[in-house]
């Protein structure tokens, strides 16, 4: 049986900038606070976190958003105990998502992530047919792949928390943390589509806040004193 992988779903289709409807305002100071604790935790645990910014009244309220990327451990475990084929579907999906995100960021690195992902994808699916010791080996082996690969590099939003933030109000950017990295080729290549907020945090704990719409990032002004 051959199982076919889906497509990424962070790539959209490329058909140039629209100036947005409504321009993401200067966070505010309560923004600031609320993006400090997410970049702490995200740094903590080695997982990227995020969220949007919902437009309600002439306020601009920040609502997190999980990342699906942080329930992979349960899942590739699941997939390794059960080995049922929808598992191994969405955690294709992830291999591939992640293999156009970093190829975007890292052009250079293009043939090793591509190795990588075929790898992880082919064994996965063929661990069906090993048993024992042999079996918990390789799995252990691919786990590590794939956290390299994948868990630590991407944020993708759950899509039902997603839909409920946009009943909030309207969405006026995307936000999510780096560890002490700016905006990546990635993140421009989003910003056409809609306005991105990337909150990178220094290993000084200071806080870099950076805005990029259409393509073209730019620093906020800071609001709070972050360090302390
Ligand atoms: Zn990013």
């Known amino acids: 049986m051959r199982l076919r992988c889906l497509e990424a779903i962070v790539l959209s289709v490329f ?21 400090l604790e997410l970049a702490r ?11 949007v910014i919902v437009l309600q009244g002439n306020r601009q309220i920040f609502i997190e958003i999980e990342n699906t990327i942080r329930k992979d451990n349960g899942l ?91 009943r909030q109000g309207h969405i006026t950017a995307v936000v999510h943390t780096h560890d002490n990295t700016g905006p990546s080729l990635q993140d421009e290549y989003l910003s056409t589509t809609i306005p991105q907020i990337v909150v990178r945090i220094n290993p000084d704990d200071s806080l870099i806040i950076y805005s990029g719409i259409c393509g073209k990032f730019g620093i906020m002004p800071k609001c709070i004193n972050m360090a302390n």
């Open 15 to 35: 058909a140039g900038c629209v100036t947005p409807q409504v321009q993401p305002a200067p966070t505010t100071a309560e923004n600031q606070h609320e993006f």
């Open 76 to 166: 590739f475990q699941q997939y390794v105990d059960f080995n049922r084929p929808q598992d191994y579907l969405t955690l294709c999906e992830h291999i591939d998502a992640a293999l156009s995100t970093r190829t975007r960021c890292e052009p250079k690195l293009r043939s090793y992530f591509t190795a990588e992902a075929a790898y992880i994808k082919m064994r996965l699916n063929g661990l069906q047919y090993i048993s024992g010791e042999e079996r918990l080996q390789l799995a252990a082996q691919l786990w590590r792949k794939y956290e390299h690969l994948v868990l630590h590099n991407m944020y993708k939003m759950n899509q039902e928390q997603y839909s409920a933030a946009e």
């Open 41 to 51: 935790h995200a740094r903590e645990e080695n997982i990227e976190r995020g969220g």
